[in-house]
Each structure stands twice: as C-alpha cells, then as structure tokens.
C-alpha cells in the first residue's frame, strides 16, 4: 500500500475496532528491513511525542504538563505498530480494541484521582 | 413539529453564539448609539456562520470528523495547537461571561445579589453537563431561547417608526460617533456571529448525535433554520434597542436597560418573559462554550469525548469541562465585569478566525473524506469570499481596537 506519511497518516485520529478513540498520530517511526531498505515501523501517540513535534517552549510545556501525571519519566509515548492498521481514511482505523492498549497515563490518573470520585462517573448520559 | 426539533441543534449553536450574554449588551449598544446601521453585518455574518456550519455539519455527518479534527490535520499539530490554546482562552472567558449572565438573570428574577448566584450557575451547568442527555439538552435550552422572540413581538406592539427603521438598515451612518467607532462596532459584531465555539459546537454535537450520510438534510435543515433564526433574535435587540433607547438618549451598560423595552411595552409580564429569556439563552450559551472548550482540547489531543460515553472512560474529556467550569466561576469572583471581558475577547477571537474557518473550506472539498459530497462550485465561491471577509476582519481587529480605545 502507498501512502504519504505526512498527508494522510500524520496527525490523524487513531480509532480501535468499535470506534473508540484511541489517540491522533502524533508521530511515525521507521525501520530498517533485513535487505537495508526502511518500512514505516510504528505510529506514536501521546505527548511525549506530540511535544517533540511541537517543539520550543510550547511542545516542552506540553511534555513537562504531561509528566506530571506519570511516575516514570521521560513520558514514553504508546507505539503502535503499522501491522495492526485496517484501514486509513479521515481516521486511522486499527484491528484491536482500544483496552487491548495501554491506556495513557494521563487518562488514568485523573479517572481514578478525580472522575471515578464524582457520583455516576460509569454511567454514560448519552 | 419534528422537524423544527431536528433543528435545535442549530438554534442552541446560534443563540450559544449570538445572542448570548455580550451580545445582548453590544446588540443593544450597537442600536443605541448606532439604530440599525450594523443591520448588514449580522445578515453578512449569519450568511458566513450557515456556509460554513453547513460544510462542517457535512463533514461531521459523512467522515464522523468534528471542526478541531481538521484544524489539527490541515494545519499540523504546532500552528493548531496555537489555535488551541487561543480558542480555549477565548472560549472559556465567554463561559465566564455566560455564567455571569445566568447570575444576573436571576437577579433580574429574584432581586439577590448577582455574586450569590455566580456558583450556583456555575454548579447548575455542569451539573446539566454531567448528567443530562445530549438531545434533552440540545432541545430544552434550544427551544427555551426562543423566549427571547418577545423583543420582536415588542417592536410591533410600540409605535415604531418602520419605514425610518428600514431606512437606517439601508443607508449607513456613524451618527456623529466616528465611524472608526462604527467598524470596530462592526468587527465585533461580525466576529460573534461568527465565533469558532458555534461550529466546534455544532460540528460535535452532530457527532454526538450520531449524524451519518442519510441526516445531511436534517442537517442542512438545523443549519438554514437555527442560525438565521438566531439572527433574527438579535436584530430583534438592535432594532428594539434603536426605537426605544436611541431617541432617549440612553446608553446601555446593564442586563436592566436590554430588558427596558420589552419592559416598557409589556410591563411586569414583559420582564418576567425576559428574564426567563435572557437566563434560557445565558445558560445555553454556558452548555455550549463549556463543551466546546472540552470538545476542541479533546480533539486536538485525539482524546475520547462525548456525552454517549461514561465520563469515567473520557475523564480527560471531563476534567477540562470541570476545570473550564470551575475557571468561569473563579474569573467572575474576582468580580471582573464579564461583559467587558467579552468585549475584549470579541477582537482576539477576531484575530483568530482564518484558523479555523481555512481548514474547513479546504476538507470540504477533500474527496477523500467526502467522496462526491464536497463542496459545488457555487459554495465554494461563497466560501472564498467570505474568507477574505473573516480575513479583512481578523487583520483590522487589532488597528482598530487600539485606533478607537475599543469603540470609544
């Protein structure tokens, strides 16, 4: 499959099987195959990846707000390799569940210090 | 019946957007100083706001892709996170103004002191942000506003001067206040009818509401009836505004003097329905910048969002809406006057509306997220004139602020 990176994978919403939404591609990194030709190994997501990209004192920002939430720094961003990607059009789609993933540490510290603590935080309201 | 609920969706965006606590207060300035000569630029701006809620209400029902999912994608994620995080300020100190109208509705009501009421506002929207249904929601608050049609009713039941008043909207004036004062009276106004939160909103709730290709006339219907009508509710403040404070010389400064009209024309009755009003559109503006500041964090950042899921598995999603909830109400107990905050806010929201208006002119003519549904040629043309609208307004915002002391 051809596919320009920058125009149609970079920044896109990555979204699991059931359509859950998983994260945006905040970054893609490259491999290099046994005959020394590269392949697109895996899309990052999380601020750890994002602030890179960002980059100056607003991408740090970004990085250093993030690492506030996680215990073991630098905030690794959550690689997801290309084989698990289905389909690519205004989102990019995976073959897992999105609880198959890690979660973001983010997202699970204030779920478990902040939102599991208000009444009805299971409950959607639709 | 049916189909005027299909459109609430685009009422509740419109009146979040345009009728709501400031504009309350500079519709009625703008008819007070300046009677119906920036009656073009709300027709001009609602025109923009449909052109362009329609291409997003599109892209939204097709792809499932709300406005800040193409602000990220079309402009990267470093000029989008620029775009971000003025939006946000911009979005959450409007909040803050609509939390204060809510207060000041109810003291309108009730008689006690506005201050008392900021946390009781501030708990009662996201309360309504918790835990009620989207729909429900979108319906009550959407519907609810349309109280506010006892402005129009006024204008018939005074004696107004209607060929005078058709003759003001037609021919232009600065009315000896400098006409510096009238354009920027006219970029304000023009930037919150075309405020970005009103297609985050509309755009995201479309989502929510689960759109998909078969609902794009419902869509289009929600656009055509909500926005236009939410213009009408605001000319409706002008002209009031124009026939009963301008010939008596009084300037508007308070909730109070908006309500004077209808007040004069209807009396107790009058007040009580303005009030009922002026709180219906407050809070629903409230709903609306509140999630539309969580909608486009989320967005950016690819976050789960949305009321269909538990806030538990979109905490992120909720914590910003309870943390802009919790900003709002801590910026009015520093007792700021909200109004002249918005009004501030009205210029750098100006300065920043190419961000978001460009990327969704160019996505709604992407085939490969639209397939045959983008963009005809005539909408297009629409859509490029109106951009260099929005971006003459956002180049003279600044100039003219400083130019005129904010309108002075």
């Known amino acids: 499959m051809r596919i320009q990176v920058s125009q149609e994978l970079l920044d896109r919403q990555l979204v699991d099987r059931d359509g859950r939404l998983v994260g945006k591609v905040d970054d893609v990194e490259f491999g290099l195959g046994a005959d020394g030709v590269p392949y697109l190994r895996s899309l990052l997501t999380g601020p750890g990846a994002l602030g890179q990209r960002v980059g100056g004192r607003l991408g740090r920002m970004l990085v250093l707000t993030a690492e506030r939430f996680v215990t073991d720094r630098p905030v690794a961003p959550l690689r997801i390799p290309y084989a698990l990607v289905t389909r690519v059009d205004s989102a990019v789609w995976l073959r897992v569940r999105a609880d198959e ?26 | 019946m049916r189909k005027l609920l299909a459109a609430t969706l685009g009422i509740l965006s419109a009146v979040g957007g345009f009728v709501d606590i400031g504009d309350l207060v500079a519709a009625g300035q703008a008819g007070a100083r300046f009677g119906m000569a920036h009656a073009w630029v709300l027709l001009l701006g609602v025109v923009a706001i449909c052109a362009y809620a329609e291409m997003a209400g599109r892209i939204a029902a097709v792809t499932g892709r709300a406005v800040f999912d193409l602000v990220r994608e079309r402009l990267g994620a470093r000029m989008a996170l620029i775009n971000l995080v003025a939006s946000y300020l911009v979005t959450v100190i409007t909040l803050a103004a609509e939390l204060g109208g809510v207060a000041l509705a109810l003291r309108l009501a009730s008689g006690v002191p506005y201050l008392l009421w900021v946390p009781v506002a501030g708990i009662a929207v996201w309360v309504v942000l918790w835990r009620m249904r989207f729909p429900v929601m979108e319906r009550v608050f959407g519907l609810a506003g349309l109280a ?28 000896g206040q400098g006409w510096g004062a009238y354009w920027f009276v006219a970029v304000a106004l023009f930037a919150s009818t075309v405020s970005p939160y009103e297609v985050f909103f509309f755009s995201s709730g479309g989502v929510e509401e689960r759109w998909s290709a078969d609902d794009l006339a419902d869509a289009r219907f929600s656009v055509l009836v909500g926005f236009p009508i939410g213009g009408f509710l605001a000319l409706s403040l002008i002209a009031t505004a124009a026939v009963v404070l301008r010939p008596a010389g009084l300037s508007v400064d308070s909730l109070d003097q908006v309500a004077h009209p209808v007040v004069l024309a209807f009396g107790a009755a009058g007040l009580a329905v303005a009030a009922l009003a002026f709180f219906a559109v407050t809070f629903g ?49 520093t007792t700021v006057d909200p109004v002249t905050l918005t009004e501030y806010m009205l210029i750098i929201s100006a300065v920043a509306l190419p961000l978001t208006y460009l990327p969704i002119l160019v996505v709604a003519n992407d085939r490969t997220y639209l397939g045959d549904r983008v963009n005809g040629r005539a909408l297009n043309l629409l859509g490029a004139v109106l951009l260099l609208v929005i971006l003459a307004a956002s180049i003279v915002a600044v100039p003219l602020a400083i130019g005129t002391r904010m309108g002075q």
């Open chain 2, 148 to 175: 506010l049609v006892v402005f129009a009713v006024a204008l018939f039941w005074l004696p107004t001067d209607w060929a005078a008043l058709g003759r003001s909207a037609v021919t232009p004036d600065d009315s």
């Open chain 2, 285 to 333: 503006a409230a709903l609306e910048t509140g999630l539309s500041a969580a909608y486009a964090a989320a967005q950016y950042f690819g976050w789960q969002w949305g009321k269909r899921v538990s806030p538990r598995e979109a905490a992120r999603f909720h914590t910003v809406l309870l943390v802009s909830v919790l900003l709002g109400v801590l910026l009015l107990l």
């Open chain 1, 101 to 126: 993933l890690p979660t973001s540490p983010v997202e699970e510290w204030l779920r478990r210090h902040l939102i599991d603590r208000i009444p009805g935080a299971g409950r959607a309201s639709g």
